[in-house]
């Protein structure tokens, strides 16, 4: 008589826990066969970063450019409409309400974005995403023939929204979709998008391409172009099978999502099968239900929750908006003209793309908590490096260029690992059920990160200079050391096994050796999916 297959063991509830085959199978003997790159794999990966995580980068890096033409605007808009001209410091005040509006927005929509990723899944929750991004776009496109600062205003806080939505939802959708030896991968996609953003941001925003009187606006909504596209072309995605199978309890669908994804049939997928069935039932022990008030008063969850917030808002204070306001101000005392280090600023936004590139195979190839250590090591060695360089700018012929060294220096090690492990390590330190929570915490983390060092490092600069960097190389370290105790490696491993190795706090020893106290050992079965 035949043995049933997994699957209909696993949607018949034949059986409380389904070991693998002791008999010898193609997926867990040829590791050629193994699941990887994909079609719809890849195209999941193109249209999110185009259409999602790009648009969140350009509307960081397109405002500070064109300031001046468009504080002008806002001055010339108050005077013809309210016959109320504006001084300089109300003028300065405007202007940081409306870059600091994106950041609010951010963190409301992160929190907003669990929310959506549970009801409406990962993938309608993105739709929504790219939905907000064309309506901000329409805002700032009319802002400028409507002679409004109201638009202006509402349209930088929809595409904060927006923003907020994607770091939430789009790194939790991907390491989803991704197979398990491609999860480091699929989750470094977001930040390479996010910083592909940045650069195009600056380069449009330049006064001799967008960034000037007559085009401003159109360099503002630019973004809204590829979340229009993207919003076309997601619904024909698949969604996450983790979702369909552990929050809307659809089996059978999220078997079917799963061959489409991996283009491959039910008997190479028995491993992933598995792990489904295992999260449901540990995802069950602890209660169907997670919100994030829920997921703040676990105790289990502690531990993990730290270590998502901290990366997440390390990673902004650790100082890299700074480096990059700074890094225009070095290039020039080298010797380069104004224009010379706008471009050398680009330069050095390209060496970040560099780094997101090569973060997508670095993520295969390295273990997290290596990589992570190392890239916070050499950050801290040459943001000191920064701050002495830039204090004694002026005191040798030589030191500017020591300051150039210092900067693509930073750029390059931010980019080794802090830049992108923070944004989908959530989603490997956290099961299906709280996952959505949990990165909404850790992203609103991020938000706020920004939001602190935008407030308070101009105050910080004006009082202690270049001295401020050496407060980022302590923040930077304190991250090293915390992570370094209770931050595990977590290629390789299976959500379920990291939770148990993370549920005693800070009492938790996570570099031990693993134990099972009567609960399943995932290790050993997703290794054999990281070969």
């Known amino acids: 008589?035949?043995?049933?297959?997994?699957?209909?063991?696993?949607?018949?509830?034949?059986?409380?826990?389904?070991?693998?085959?002791?008999?010898?199978?193609?997926?867990?003997?040829?590791?050629?066969?193994?699941?990887?790159?994909?079609?719809?794999?890849?195209?999941?990966?193109?249209?999110?970063?185009?259409?999602?995580?790009?648009?969140?980068?350009?509307?960081?890096?397109?405002?500070?450019?064109?300031?001046?033409?468009?504080?002008?605007?806002?001055?010339?808009?108050?005077?013809?409409?309210?016959?109320?001209?504006?001084?300089?410091?109300?003028?300065?005040?405007?202007?940081?309400?409306?870059?600091?509006?994106?950041?609010?927005?951010?963190?409301?929509?992160?929190?907003?974005?669990?929310?959506?990723?549970?009801?409406?899944?990962?993938?309608?929750?993105?739709?929504?995403?790219?939905?907000?991004?064309v309506i901000s776009g329409v805002m700032f496109w009319t802002s400028k023939n409507a002679n409004s600062i109201e638009l202006l205003f509402i349209g930088r806080f929809i595409i904060g929204l927006s923003a907020g939505l994607t770091t939430t939802i789009m790194p939790m959708y991907l390491m989803e979709l991704a197979p398990p030896r491609l999860k480091g991968a699929m989750g470094a996609f977001c930040p390479l998008g996010v910083t592909v953003g940045v650069l195009l941001g600056q380069i449009l925003s330049m006064y001799r391409v967008l960034g000037n009187e007559n085009n401003w606006s159109h360099c503002l909504a630019f973004s809204a172009i590829l979340q229009a596209i993207c919003a076309l072309i997601i619904p024909m995605l698949p969604e996450s099978p983790k979702y369909l199978f552990i929050i809307k309890k659809k089996p059978h669908l999220a078997l079917k999502q799963l061959k489409r994804i991996r283009n491959a049939k039910e008997e190479f997928l028995s491993d992933e099968i598995e792990i489904l069935r295992l999260e449901e039932q540990e995802n069950i022990r602890q209660g169907d239900t997670w919100s994030i008030r829920k997921v703040l008063k676990s105790r289990s969850l502690m531990m993990p929750l730290l270590l998502v917030c901290a990366l997440q808002a390390g990673q902004q204070l650790s100082?890299?908006?700074?480096?990059?306001?700074?890094?225009?101000?070095?290039?020039?005392?080298?010797?380069?003209?104004?224009?010379?280090?706008?471009?050398?600023?680009?330069?050095?936004?390209?060496?970040?793309?560099?780094?997101?590139?090569?973060?997508?195979?670095?993520?295969?190839?390295?273990?997290?908590?290596?990589?992570?250590?190392?890239?916070?090591?050499?950050?801290?060695?040459?943001?000191?490096l920064l701050g002495l360089s830039i204090g004694f700018i002026k005191t040798f012929t030589w030191m500017p260029y020591l300051c150039i060294v210092g900067v693509l220096g930073y750029v390059l090690c931010y980019g080794l690992g802090l830049g992108p492990i923070p944004y989908f390590v959530g989603s490997e330190l956290f099961e299906v059920g709280p996952r959505s929570s949990a990165m909404a915490l850790g992203s609103m983390a991020n938000w706020a990160g920004n939001f602190i060092i935008g407030l308070t490092f101009p105050t910080v600069k004006a009082y202690i200079g270049a001295a401020s960097f050496f407060i980022f190389a302590g923040i930077v370290v304190v991250l090293l050391v915390f992570i370094r105790i209770y931050l595990p490696e977590t290629k390789g491993r299976d959500s379920c096994e990291i939770y148990h190795l993370l549920e005693h706090g800070f009492k938790s020893k996570p570099l031990s050796s693993p134990v099972s106290n009567g609960r399943p050992e995932l290790g050993s079965l997703t290794e054999k999916t990281h070969l």
């Open 1 to 133: 008589m035949d043995q049933p297959r997994e699957s209909e063991v696993l949607f018949n509830g034949q059986s409380a826990r389904i070991r693998p085959q002791q008999s010898p199978s193609p997926y867990r003997d040829i590791s050629v066969e193994q699941p990887g790159w994909s079609k719809l794999l890849v195209l999941a990966g193109i249209v999110t970063i185009l259409g999602s995580s790009t648009p969140v980068g350009f509307a960081i890096g397109v405002i500070n450019t064109p300031g001046m033409v468009i504080k002008q605007f806002c001055n010339e808009s108050s005077t013809s409409r309210y016959n109320l001209p504006l001084t300089e410091s109300g003028l300065d005040l405007l202007w940081a309400c409306i870059v600091s509006i994106f950041l609010i927005g951010g963190t409301i929509g992160s929190l907003t974005g669990s929310l959506l990723a549970d009801r409406i899944g990962r993938r309608g929750g993105l739709v929504v995403s790219s939905a907000l991004g």
């Open 319 to 384: 100082g890299v908006n700074a480096v990059f306001y700074y890094s225009t101000e070095i290039f020039k005392s080298a010797g380069l003209s104004t224009s010379s280090s706008e471009w050398a600023t680009i330069g050095a936004g390209l060496c970040n793309i560099f780094m997101a590139v090569l973060s997508i195979q670095t993520m295969s190839w390295f273990k997290r908590r290596t990589i992570l250590q190392l890239s916070l090591i050499s950050s801290a060695i040459f943001l000191v």
